[in-house]
């Protein structure tokens, strides 16, 4: 059995920069473990596989796993099925994907890129028992949302490049995404994202991630729109608007690998 595949490093202008997500579409669903036997093959931080939309809601089931587990919401590899997608059929402008966990979610055409609408989470203040030590972090402002994300915001860029986080600390503390933000110096905010309680030390660029920092960002500097950094090894920038209860992230994609995935 051959499935078709593509690698494509999302949030990207170039190749091995962004985040590579691996994409393959299916007519029907296989098992889940399966689903999740490919995903711990290609070893990549998301796996997305898409099956057509019978209900008329979307245009594609759509749903994502870690080498571990699969998520609730991807953002990375939601852009990188848009750019699959419309990359085959050039009459359409945007792709709508129904998900399990997270509603619809949209990828459409900008200029050389594209735009992608995921819901917003608007983080509340909330100490999280051992996260800061975790971090190595003496003292930050630390809010979470309840659909597992922790945001921790330190007072400048150069810290947040700076931080060596307990992987195995973070991991006990709980299934969730910690991401630790601060003002820019290129950009208006910079960020590190790290999951290792899903398989992912630290994940290069994390559109889930910007459910959480669009409404937060959006409300201290004032405004609705403004340019982020995830600031990996590999890196990644990320245009950012919050549309209601909505943000909508900007961003370009490069496809790396084509090919078959062959399961026996």
Same mark, same amino acid.
């Given at each position: 059995?051959?499935?078709?595949?593509?690698?494509?490093?999302?949030?990207?202008?170039?190749?091995?920069?962004?985040?590579?997500?691996?994409?393959?579409?299916?007519?029907?669903?296989?098992?889940?473990?399966?689903?999740? &036997?490919? +995903? @711990?093959?290609?070893?990549?931080?998301?796996?997305?596989? %898409?099956?057509?939309?019978? !209900?008329? /809601? $979307?245009?594609?089931?759509?749903?994502?796993?870690?080498?571990?587990?699969?998520?609730?919401?991807?953002?990375?590899?939601?852009?990188?099925?848009?750019?699959?997608?419309?990359?085959?059929?050039?009459?359409?402008?945007?792709?709508?994907?129904?998900?399990?966990?997270?509603?619809?979610?949209?990828?459409?055409?900008?200029?050389?890129?594209?735009?992608?609408?995921?819901?917003?989470?608007?983080?509340?203040?909330?100490?999280?028992?051992?996260?800061?030590?975790?971090?190595?972090? &003496?003292? +930050? @402002?630390?809010?979470?949302?309840?659909?597992?994300?922790? %945001?921790?915001?330190?007072? !400048?860029? /150069? $810290?947040?490049?700076?931080?060596?986080?307990?992987?195995?600390?973070?991991?006990?503390?709980?299934?969730?995404?910690?991401?630790?933000?601060?003002?820019?110096?290129?950009?208006?905010?910079?960020?590190?994202?790290?999951?290792?309680?899903?398989?992912?030390?630290?994940?290069?660029?994390?559109?889930?991630?910007?459910?959480?920092?669009?409404?937060?960002?959006?409300?201290?500097?004032?405004?609705?729109?403004?340019?982020?950094?995830?600031?990996?090894?590999?890196?990644?920038?990320?245009?950012?608007?919050?549309?209601?209860?909505?943000?909508?992230?900007?961003?370009?994609?490069?496809?790396?690998?084509?090919?078959?995935?062959?399961?026996?």
């Amino acid at each position: 059995m051959k499935l078709s595949f593509a690698q494509i490093d999302a949030f990207a202008d170039r190749p091995f920069s962004g985040n590579p997500a691996a994409v393959i579409p299916l007519d029907a669903w296989l098992d889940d473990a399966m689903l999740q &036997a490919i +995903a @711990e093959e290609n070893n990549l931080s998301e796996t997305a596989f %898409l099956v057509p939309d019978a !209900s008329g /809601e $979307a245009d594609y089931e759509l749903r994502w796993f870690t080498p571990a587990v699969e998520v609730a919401l991807c953002g990375h590899a939601t852009l990188a099925s848009g750019h699959y997608v419309l990359g085959r059929e050039q009459d359409r402008d945007l792709v709508r994907f129904r998900t399990r966990k997270s509603g619809v979610l949209e990828v459409a055409r900008h200029g050389d890129g594209y735009l992608m609408a995921l819901p917003a989470f608007p983080p509340a203040v909330l100490e999280v028992p051992g996260l800061l030590e975790a971090l190595g972090v &003496a003292q +930050a @402002e630390t809010l979470r949302h309840p659909r597992g994300y922790d %945001l921790i915001v330190l007072e !400048s860029a /150069e $810290a947040v490049l700076a931080l060596t986080p307990d992987f195995h600390a973070l991991a006990a503390i709980g299934d969730t995404l910690n991401i630790v933000t601060a003002p820019g110096t290129d950009t208006d905010v910079i960020s590190r994202v790290f999951a290792p309680a899903a398989g992912i030390d630290e994940d290069p660029v994390t559109g889930s991630a910007h459910s959480v920092l669009v409404p937060y960002w959006a409300a201290r500097l004032g405004r609705n729109a403004f340019t982020a950094f995830q600031a990996s090894r590999r890196g990644g920038y990320v245009g950012c608007e919050l549309d209601g209860e909505k943000v909508i992230l900007g961003g370009k994609c490069v496809t790396v690998i084509e090919g078959e995935f062959r399961l026996r």
